[in-house]
């Protein structure tokens, strides 16, 4: 039976070095600010019930709800900038 050709191996050069990119955390205000935005909105509805609708805008009068409602929804819209 024939002998069969044996193949060299190629020698051994490892991978060029990656250079490691540090990548800085930008987003570090976007918690701490949508966290904020919850907590402001349900202490205005909160305060516009205790204080049966004198404060904090009396004039508004129920759009003290819409305007608390409001700050909960700039919340969420600021989490969706959350990485």
């Given at each position: 039976?024939?002998?069969?050709r044996?193949?060299?191996k190629s020698?051994?050069?490892?991978?060029p070095?990656?250079?490691?990119?540090?990548?800085?955390?930008?987003?570090?205000?976007?918690?701490?600010?949508?966290?904020a935005?919850?907590?402001v909105?349900?202490?205005?509805?909160v305060?516009?019930y205790?204080?049966n609708?004198?404060?904090p805008?009396?004039q508004m009068?129920?759009w003290?709800?819409?305007?608390?409602?409001?700050?909960?929804a700039?919340g969420f819209?600021?989490s969706?900038?959350?990485?």
């Open positions: 039976m024939p002998k069969s044996i193949r060299k020698d051994f050069t490892p991978p070095e990656k250079k490691t990119v540090i990548k800085l955390d930008t987003r570090g205000w976007v918690a701490p600010f949508m966290l935005l919850f907590a909105g349900l202490l205005w509805i305060v516009y205790v204080t609708g004198n404060y805008v009396e009068g129920n003290n709800i819409v305007v608390g409602f409001g700050f909960i700039a819209g600021v969706t900038q959350w990485k």
